[in-house]
Structure formats: C-alpha cells, structure tokens
C-alpha cells in the first residue's frame, strides 16, 4: 500500500523534472504547437502528473533504505533521471529547435517523455508502490502518447 511520510527522493526528483522544464517554457521552441494535442491523451497526461506527484512526494517508501537487492530498481531509476537532465543540456546547448527536442536521445525515442515515466515506474518498483506504478503508466500512455504525435505531425511536414 505505501507508507505515508515525506519522500525526499520524490523532492528531487521533482526538481530534476521541474527546472528544465520552467525553463523550457520560457523558451519553447519555434513552431511548437499544442493546440491540435489529442483531448483524451491531454487528460491521461494530466492525471498522471497529478497522481505522480502526489506518490512520489507523500510515500516515505521511495527513500533509500539499507542495502538490499532491491536498491538496483533505485539506482536504475536515478540513472534514467540522471539521462534526463543530460537530454536536456544537450537540448539547452544545441539550437533549441524543435526537431532537437524530440530526437533520439542514446537510442530512446522522446526522451523528454519516456525518460522520466520509465524513471517514476522503476522507483515505484524500488518503493513496491502500486501507485506510483499506476500512474506512471497512466501517465506514460498521455505524456509519451503527446509526444509521439507532436513528432508524427512534426514528420509529416
């Protein structure tokens, strides 16, 4: 079920998502547009931020305990966070296009969005919680589903 208490994992994580993002939104790129974005894959996406958030931050479970085998689901799940702040320096010190904002990032495909699910489901693996487990596939089908529309329709140009 989840033990209730302060993840700062959860906190960091949260950071690593939110500054690139605060800053990308300062700067988005030319020609990016939302406004044709799948109504049902916005309110996946929506709900799983929210459900996410909320998991990651109030479930002490999420925080290192001793070492144990299970640490492995930890240490993957920070490696794929560590991917992400990389995807985005190399988004921030490139053109800042959008073609560069949905490249392949080490061979995985919108890195912006499958990189930090992937990261929230292994660390509900880690904390064995059911519900960072969900939503981060909740979130998934919206959050990764946008972004492969927005490279589909960028593709089609």
Request: aromatic share 14%; net charge positive; hydrophobic share 50%.
């Amino acid at each position: 079920m989840g033990n209730f208490g302060f993840s700062y994992i959860g906190l960091i994580y949260m950071l690593m998502i939110e500054a690139p993002n605060i800053m990308w939104a300062r700067r988005k790129p030319e020609g990016y547009d939302p406004s044709g974005e799948n109504k049902i894959l916005i309110i996946f996406e929506r709900a799983g931020q929210v459900l996410c958030t909320g998991a990651i931050l109030i479930f002490k479970d999420t925080n290192p305990r001793k070492l144990e085998p299970w640490i492995i689901w930890l240490a993957a799940s920070a490696l794929l966070m560590l991917l992400y702040e990389f995807y985005w320096i190399r988004f921030f010190r490139g053109g800042r296009e959008l073609r560069d904002f949905y490249r392949l990032f080490l061979g995985v495909p919108v890195p912006g969005a499958s990189l930090p699910v992937a990261a929230f489901f292994l660390l509900g693996v880690y904390g064995r919680l059911i519900w960072l487990i969900a939503a981060s596939l909740i979130l998934a089908v919206g959050h990764v589903g946008i972004h492969l529309q927005h490279l589909k329709n960028m593709q089609e140009r």
